[in-house]
């Protein structure tokens, strides 16, 4: 099965700096990779997630990259703010019906005013 | 407006009580999911169904259940509470054809004395 890799647990940025968190994953046909924010004491909602046919996708000041020779999946914060302060939760799925999720264990990111 | 519900949102009851954790979605998802979570850590898959009728236990035995008579509605029962299952348990729900966002509730906080 699937197995998700994810570093480093914790990060600490000053504001306004970038930060990058990095999974990779076991299971070569996986192909669905999303990225979620669980910020303190509430749910877990996505951020960005990425297919396997793209390499890279932005929105505004995140983005993800996706190495798929590699196995291995990014996510780029830039110009980092303290409401980025948060637990990041990569994953990694096949594109079929009836496949779960596998998250990776999470990053803890604090950025610092 | 949709949604997933988890009720309560709070349960502190003590050891050998049973209790049922319930979660309801009006997202029309076929796909429902049971996670396991300690504040800020990894999260735990603990059941996940495809559809009416349709239950399977996920990577952690968490020595509960659960059924899916109706399409919106999954909960899950503890037969016999035990301080080991003091966590949060986070219902989510998913789309039915290909793989898609997995949307949470917002958690039960379970505390077993």
């Known amino acids: 099965g699937e197995n998700v890799e994810q570093h480093p647990s914790t990060l600490s940025v000053q504001e306004g700096d970038s930060a990058v968190i990095k999974c990779t994953y076991s299971?070569?046909?996986?192909?669905?990779f999303p990225w979620y924010k669980q910020e303190l004491g509430k749910r877990p909602q996505l951020i960005i997630d990425?297919?396997?046919?793209?390499g890279e996708k932005k929105d505004q000041r995140i983005a993800v990259t996706l190495n798929k020779t590699a196995k291995h999946f990014s996510l780029h914060i830039t110009e980092t703010q303290p409401e980025d302060s948060a637990v990041y939760f990569c994953?990694?799925?096949?594109?079929?019906?009836?496949?779960?999720?596998?998250f990776g264990p999470g990053t803890r990111l604090s950025v610092l005013p | 407006e949709a949604d997933i519900y988890q009720t309560p949102r709070y349960l502190v009851i003590g050891t050998g009580k049973k209790i049922t954790l319930e979660c309801s979605q009006t997202?029309?998802?076929?796909?429902m999911y049971w996670y396991q979570q300690d504040p800020g850590m990894e999260l735990h898959l603990i059941h996940y169904?495809?559809?009416?009728?349709s239950t399977e236990k996920g990577d952690l035995s968490s020595e509960s259940t659960v059924s899916r008579i109706r399409t919106e509605h999954f909960p899950l029962t503890l037969e016999s509470a035990r301080p080991s299952h003091t966590s949060q348990y986070l219902c989510?729900?998913?789309?039915?054809w290909g793989q898609g966002e997995q949307f949470f509730g917002p958690g039960t906080r379970l505390t077993v004395l």
């Open positions: 994953a990694a799925t096949p594109d079929n019906y009836g496949q779960n999720f596998v």
């Open positions: 299971d070569s046909a996986s192909n669905y």
């Open positions: 990425i297919r396997s046919n793209v």
């Open positions: 169904s495809y559809g009416v009728n």
């Open positions: 989510a729900s998913s789309g039915t």
């Open positions: 997202m029309g998802h076929d796909k």
